[in-house]
């Protein structure tokens, strides 16, 4: 059984340090982490010269095909009936990523198709997340 979705879409950077335009970012989502999705960018696109990743609510996502979210490091929104935006706000600086919202969407049903939203709850394993808690504090 899949418990892990990758999928490579192309996305335009807007604002970063290192001019990049297009650059491929992979979208990821793993069962064993219900609520969240990754985003990762390849080292050409960062300021670090290495592959960055961010990590952040799959529901902030979902949410920001349809409306503006996000209050913190990680905020969505439409841009046009295309596409959406993605701020990442970091202590270096803002960068503003475009990507197809049909891409974008192709990927969160992926992921619905293997949890689905609003039962993420019933992926979660409390005993093997309180064992580990458990052991760092040894």
């Known amino acids: 059984m ?4 990758e999928q490579a879409v192309q996305a335009r950077l807007v604002a970063t340090a290192p001019k990049v335009e297009s650059v491929p ?19 050409p696109a960062t300021l670090e010269g ?5 990590t952040f609510a ?9 409306r503006p ?12 009936g295309d596409r959406i935006v993605v701020e990442f706000h970091a202590p270096e600086g803002i960068a ?18 293997l949890v689905p939203s609003g039962l993420e709850h019933l992926y979660l394993d409390m005993d093997q997340d ?9």
Do not use: H
């Not at 793993?30 to 960018?41: G, V």
């Not at 799959?58 to 349809?66: A, F, M, N, Q, S």
């Not at 979210?69 to 046009?80: F, H, I, N």
């Not at 503003?96 to 198709?113: K, N, P, Y």
């Open 2 to 5: 899949i418990t892990v979705i």
């Open 25 to 43: 970012v992979t979208l990821g989502y793993d069962r064993a982490d219900p609520f969240a999705l990754r985003m990762s960018f390849p080292a």
């Open 50 to 54: 290495v592959e960055v990743s961010w």
């Open 58 to 66: 799959r529901e902030l996502l979902t949410v920001g095909l349809k």
């Open 69 to 80: 979210t996000g209050l913190g490091d990680v905020r969505v929104r439409p841009y046009d």
């Open 96 to 113: 503003i990523v475009l990507m197809e919202t049909e891409e974008v969407r192709g990927f969160l049903d992926r992921t619905d198709a």
């Open 130 to 138: 309180l064992a580990e808690l458990l052991r760092d504090s040894l």
